[in-house]
């Protein structure tokens, strides 16, 4: 397997082409909360997505970082509309899909697939390698010679590093890194040009999490392929994204490149995310200051008044911090936006 291009040329790359894939927009998604018995009624609401905008350009890697919880996945499947939102836009190739009919988004998905988080759940164990890989194809009426099908889909297990023999086993007899192997393979099969990777290397050893990041990034240059790549380990996301947006408790708070957001940090809660990822230099590691968080999440059901970070920042302003809504996010510097009072 052949080493990724270095980060450096690959974001010059990427930021060179500015031309919006998808253009997210006010984007919510809220979940009811029920009670009674007989009757239910609603009572409440989990606020899993609240007015998230962002966009993905063409070729490029955004990453989408967060705590366990603060709603990336959930964004992820709406975007796709998986989910169906709440409120917003989702413009994709110049299309609005908040308001396609099924057979319309149908179609479009074509366009648009998902890599999921768990490869051992993703994956149906009484269906056949093959079978799951060329499942897209039959739903979709793409390719209706089975001969046909049966080349393409070995052609697809070469393309990520299987052996096209593997074709008539099941998902059983292959390790967590072939799993997901195989539903990389089942997204490429309808020549997607978007992909929302689902922490896709987050339930894999160290040692396949490497060798699945650098499968990625071939078959991006390969296919010219664009990624919302959602995740939780910051060295990875350095590593493989372009552009990075953070996301808390259902709001995106700073968005910029890999570079503007890790060398200079403009929110707090990033700051404190950052602080938390281990340098390699024990000096370096020594002197740099930490920022610890006090206190636990608080519910997407119950956000608290004012900014929703004020519960757990280090450096919340009295007053205006817990008085006034969220603020918007704002550029600070070209390409670099935060939301936070403080910048304001």
């Not at 031309?19 to 606020?47: C, D, N, S």
């Not at 988080?117 to 194809?137: C, F, H, K, T």
């Not at 074709?167 to 072939?178: A, D, K, L, M, V």
């Not at 296919?223 to 995740?231: H, K, R, V």
Request: with cysteine; proline share 7%.
């Amino acid at each position: 397997m052949t080493s990724p291009a270095p980060a450096a040329q690959k974001r010059a790359t990427g930021s060179a082409n500015r031309e919006a894939l998808m253009q997210v927009r006010g984007l919510k998604k809220y979940f009811p909360i029920t009670a009674g018995l007989i009757v239910q009624r609603q009572v409440g609401a989990v606020k899993a997505v609240d007015d998230v905008s962002f966009e993905v350009y063409k070729g490029e890697t955004l990453g989408l970082v967060g705590e366990s919880g603060c709603g990336k996945s959930t964004t992820g499947r709406t975007v796709l509309q998986l989910y169906r939102p709440t409120a917003g836009s989702v413009v994709f190739e110049g299309k609005e899909l908040t308001t396609m009919s099924d057979g319309d988004l149908r179609a479009t998905r074509q366009r648009m697939q998902m890599i999921f988080q768990d490869p051992y759940a993703s994956l149906n164990p009484r269906m056949s390698v093959g079978n799951i890989v060329s499942e897209p194809l039959r739903i979709h009426k793409v390719m209706s010679n089975k001969k046909e099908q049966q080349e393409y889909v070995e052609q697809l297990l070469i393309k990520v590093g299987l052996n096209p023999y593997f074709i008539n086993r099941y998902p059983h007899e292959f390790s967590g890194g072939q799993r997901q192997r195989i539903g990389i393979a089942r997204a490429l099969a309808l020549r997607p040009s978007f992909i929302v990777a689902d922490e896709p290397i987050s339930a894999l050893d160290v040692s396949i999490q490497a060798q699945v990041v650098n499968l990625l990034e071939e078959l991006q240059d390969e296919l010219n392929l664009t990624y919302l790549f959602i995740a939780h380990d910051l060295s990875m996301v350095r590593h493989i994204c372009d552009r990075v947006a953070v996301m808390y408790l259902g709001k995106i708070v700073e968005v910029g490149t890999v570079d503007n957001v890790y060398d200079n940090p403009l929110h707090p809660y990033t700051q404190a995310l950052l602080s938390a990822v281990p340098v390699p230099d024990p000096i370096k590691e020594k002197a740099r200051q930490r920022v610890i968080l006090t206190g636990d999440v608080p519910s997407p059901a119950r956000p608290p008044l004012g900014c929703n970070f004020n519960t757990r920042c280090p450096v919340a302003l009295t007053g205006v911090c817990y008085e006034e809504p969220d603020p918007p996010l704002i550029e600070l510097e070209p390409g670099h936006w935060v939301a936070c009072h403080r910048a304001v």
